[in-house]
C-alpha cells in the first residue's frame, strides 16, 4: 500500500517562504500525476499545483507565480516551494498522487496524504 507522507508546514509570517516535502514509500511507485491541494476551514479542497512524470508543471488560482512545484525521483519526494506567503495561504496542505489524470478531477487522485497544517501570520 503505497503512504504519501507530507511534512514541512508550520507558522510563517507573511511575506516569508516555506518548503513542503510529499514522500511515498514505494520505489516502484511511480505516478503519472503527484500535485498538491490545500483546504481552509469552511472551504473546499483546491487544487494548488501539479507535476507530471515528465517534469511539467501546472499551477492554478492566487499562488500562481509564487510557489513552485519540484521532484527528486531519486528521494521518492515531491516538494513544494512556497514564497511571498500570503495569510490567505493558510490551510492544510495534501500532497496527492494520480496513476492515469486528468489532473481536472480530483477523484483521478487515489493517492493522498494526511495533511501538513501550514499558518500564515500577519
Known amino acids: 500500500q503505497v503512504q504519501l507522507v507530507e511534512s514541512g508546514g508550520g507558522l510563517v509570517p507573511a511575506g516569508g517562504s516555506l518548503r513542503l516535502s510529499c514522500t511515498h514509500s514505494e520505489r516502484s511507485f511511480r505516478p503519472t500525476f503527484m500535485a498538491w491541494f490545500r483546504q481552509s476551514p469552511g472551504k473546499d479542497r483546491e487544487f494548488v499545483a501539479a507535476?507530471?512524470?515528465?517534469?511539467?508543471?501546472w499551477y492554478e488560482g492566487p499562488t500562481k507565480g509564487r510557489f513552485t512545484i519540484a521532484r527528486s525521483n531519486a528521494k521518492n519526494t515531491v516538494y513544494l516551494y512556497m514564497s511571498r506567503l500570503r495569510t490567505e495561504d493558510t490551510a492544510v496542505y495534501f500532497c496527492?498522487?494520480?496513476?492515469?489524470?486528468?489532473?481536472?478531477?480530483?477523484?483521478?487522485?487515489?493517492?493522498w496524504g494526511q495533511g501538513t497544517q501550514v499558518t500564515v501570520s500577519s
Open positions: 507535476i507530471s512524470r515528465t517534469d511539467s508543471t
Open positions: 496527492a498522487a494520480s496513476e492515469s489524470g486528468p489532473i481536472s478531477d480530483q477523484d483521478s487522485f487515489t493517492f
